[in-house]
């Protein structure tokens, strides 16, 4: 019930294109999804955030999308770009949980020129 | 932009021996936590403390394992006696409360 499902493990785009990850979640209580971005060495760095009221959320080239009742949330990369070459979890939390993330088991993206 | 900093970035030891990982929260946070990623896998929560007292901590945070705010400044992991299994990079994070988890760049542990 705590897992975080995520897919693909890894992922190729071309530059320019849109990069599609997605997430799913059993455990109804979460009421926070952020989604992390690594890159080699380093911690994981937030990048962008939804609670389950609202459906979507755009952040520059960044988007949450968010289907409350399949339980399932994407982040979509637009004009992806080598720059944003990383590993993507996503995450959950449920109110009570203090900050204890349930972590995504990540995917690998590699946007090639 | 202030951050968590972790030492060292890369620890090396020997099974059976204790190690002290170490953590400078942001300075106005007050929870902090442990988490841990090992080679090529998710990250995985170990343990959140708050107030001078562990909060909550995950299957993984046996009685090996301890937390620490020995000063106003320095959050440590201890392990009391490491295992082969316990080589991982070790994540130190932490939040004002209500907002977004701030993590540092992590201790890579290896244990031989």
Redesign the interface.
Known sequence: QQQVKQSPQSLIVQKGGISIINCAYENTAFDYF?W?QQFP??????LI?IRPDVSEKKEGRFTISFNKSAKQFSLHIMDSQPGDSATY?CAARYTG??????????TQLKVEL | EPE?TQTPSHQVTQMGQEVILRCVPISNHL?F?W?RQILG?????LV?F?NNEI??KSEIFDDQFSVERPDGSNFTLKIRSTKLEDSAMY?C?S?AGNS???????TRLTVT
């Open positions: 952020p992390y060495g380093k911690g994981p760095a937030l955030a979890f949980g203090g900050n204890k993330l349930t972590f995504g088991t990540g | 968590v929870y936590y988490y896998q998710k990250v995985e929560f959140s708050y909060s909550e994540f994070a939040t977004p988890l701030h993590f540092g760049n992590g």
